[in-house]
């Protein structure tokens, strides 16, 4: 069975980039696309909770809903806020930066080269493996 994670990323190029990183690094786990904050709480409010990706990856900036304003959302609910959520963005001012860290989400710069893609890939997967020990790459 598979492991879910979600990827919440308008940029179908990162998403490709991402998926394909995850498949050379451990093909259990499936990588899930919304668009944005407003698609992310749909499709949580959608899912079942046994359905819930184990974690979450999201885009700084996004049209609709940012995520900030979708990390805010996901705290305040029951039913979501013990979802880890990780960032992913190109661009994250300091201020922002120091504005999710309080709320202890870690934030990770998207790379330009492959590599770099493929070694987020292997850190996110070991993170899933913390958080839920067991993963194919532990």
């Known amino acids: 069975m598979k492991r879910r994670i979600l990827y919440v990323e308008d940029d179908q190029d990162d998403f ?14 499936e990588l899930i696309n919304v668009l944005n904050g ?17 974690l979450i990856v999201m885009d700084i900036n996004m049209p609709v809903m940012d995520g900030k304003e979708t990390l805010e959302l996901l705290k305040i609910d029951g039913n979501f806020k013990s979802i880890p959520i990780v960032f992913f963005s190109t661009s994250v001012s ?6 999710i860290e309080t709320t202890g ?3 990770i710069t998207k790379p330009s080269l492959y590599e770099e893609w493929l070694a987020i890939a292997r850190k996110l997967a070991k993170l899933y493996c913390f958080i839920f020990l067991y993963s194919a790459v532990c």
Do not use: G, H, R, W
């Open 38 to 54: 407003y698609e992310t709480i749909k499709f949580l409010q959608e899912s079942n909770a046994t359905d819930f990706p184990s």
């Open 16 to 29: 490709l980039l991402l998926q394909k990183a995850f498949q050379d690094v451990d093909q259990n786990i």
């Open 94 to 99: 300091p201020m922002d930066k120091k504005i």
């Open 105 to 107: 989400t870690e934030v």
